[in-house]
Every structure is written in structure tokens, then in C-alpha cells.
């Protein structure tokens, strides 16, 4: 059971333009969302975070939407860059429970 | 502060040998979590420690264990080695309570011929 979806496995975008990343998942007892990118052999670096009590949290180039009631969450960045190439997982807990992944969108910006 | 740091970083095992990871958490980071991740899947979650303590286990079967010290390092240990045991694992800590961030190694690179 796949509670935390990322159903585009792989998204290209301009530089310069927004990047839109998606994000859904199934279980409503989630309160916490994370942002991950990965580059080829390396360790996910975390982005950016959002609590269910809040709907957007920013930082710098990066925003983080939650839409609760559609179970749903979007990172937006903009401008892109060609240092955005890479896997993003968005990632989502309750409590003390595991941090639940989702399976990755390979985002390439195209100069 | 240093970041989370994993030892070996690449790794070379044949079928049926056992293999030992090693991460060492961030300064003042209790708990540390352990991932597997291979070609087309996203992170699967094995177990988690804290306080020397298992607080959290993933689907994967006994084979994979692992333990956590004092010093909040922590060992994770693969017995009777497959070949679809191939994978980077990835090691994470974070302070300890609900809400904090998880801060990941580099990952160790393990292939079994």
C-alpha cells in the first residue's frame, strides 16, 4: 500500500520557468511533509518542510503547498536552475512513526 | 557540526556472506534510521533506534537487524547475503521527536556478486 504517491516519475522544465512538483498521499493521520532531493549516489538532502497546520511555507527559490482536504502537496520552484537536476521524494509522518517516501520525480532542467 | 556520516561507502560481498554498516549520527541526534533503496524504487524503510531502543520496523525480514549504542552510532547488520540484497543504504538521524528533521549520510553502496 503506496501511502505517499509521486505519480510523474520524471518532469523536464525550461530554466527560468516555475517547476512544479506533485505529491499525494492517503493517510490523514500525516501531519508532517518533507521535501528531499537526491543526487546519483548520495544521500537524499532535505528542502524543505510543512506542518498540517499550516497551507505554504517558503524558503528562498522553494514552496511547499498543502491542500489537506485533497491530500495533496506541490513543490514549487522558481526560477529553476540547472543545479535542480535531480530525484525529489516528498515524505510524510505522524508522531513518532517512520518517515514514509514517496517513490521520486526525476526533474531535469533544460538549459 | 559534521554531518551524518556512513562507513564503508562502497562495499563488494558474494551470496551468503554477512556484511556490517556503520553510521554515525549527528552531534546530539537520538535517533537513527536506516533505509534501502534499489534501481527504480523509492526509499524503503527498515528499522529505526532510538535510545538504543528498536522504535520503528519496515517489511524486510530478519536477515536485517540492527543495533544502536550509547553514543547514539548505530550498526546495521545483513546475514546470508542475496543477490537482490544489492542496494545503497542510506543511514538518517534527526534530534528525536515528532516534527524534526531527518538528516541523511552519503550511504554505503553495497553489491553482492
Known amino acids: 500500500d503506496q501511502q505517499v504517491k509521486q505519480n510523474s516519475p520524471s518532469l523536464s522544465v525550461q530554466e527560468g520557468r516555475i517547476s512544479i512538483l506533485n505529491c499525494d498521499y492517503t493517510?490523514?493521520?500525516?501531519?508532517?511533509f518533507l521535501w528531499y532531493k537526491k543526487y546519483p549516489a548520495e544521500g537524499p538532502t532535505f528542502l524543505i518542510s510543512i506542518s498540517s497546520i499550516k497551507d505554504k511555507n517558503e524558503d528562498g527559490r522553494f514552496t511547499v503547498f498543502l491542500n489537506k482536504s485533497a491530500k495533496h502537496l506541490s513543490l514549487h520552484i522558481v526560477p529553476s536552475q540547472p543545479g535542480d537536476s535531480a530525484v525529489y521524494f516528498c515524505a510524510a509522518n505522524f508522531g513518532n512513526e517512520k518517515l514514509t517516501f514517496g517513490t521520486g520525480t526525476r526533474l531535469t532542467i533544460i538549459p | 557540526k559534521a554531518g551524518v556520516t556512513q562507513t564503508p561507502r562502497y562495499l563488494i560481498k558474494t551470496r551468503g556472506q554477512q556484511v556490517t554498516l556503520s553510521c554515525s549520527p549527528i552531534?546530539?541526534?537520538?535517533?537513527v534510521s536506516w533505509y534501502q533503496q534499489t534501481p527504480g524504487q523509492g526509499l524503503q524503510f527498515l528499522f529505526e533506534y532510538f535510545s538504543e531502543t528498536q522504535r520503528n520496523k519496515g517489511n524486510f525480514p530478519g536477515r536485517f537487524s540492527g543495533r544502536q549504542f550509547s553514543n547514539s552510532r548505530s550498526e546495521m547488520n545483513v546475514s546470508t547475503l542475496e543477490l537482490g540484497d544489492s542496494a545503497l543504504y542510506l543511514c538518517?538521524?534527526?534530534?528525536?521527536?515528532?516534527?524534526?528533521?531527518?538528516?541523511f549520510g552519503p550511504g554505503t553502496r553495497l553489491t553482492v556478486l
Open positions: 538518517a538521524s534527526k534530534v528525536g521527536g515528532p516534527s524534526d528533521t531527518q538528516y
Open positions: 552531534s546530539g541526534h537520538r535517533s
Open positions: 493517510n490523514s493521520m500525516f501531519d508532517y
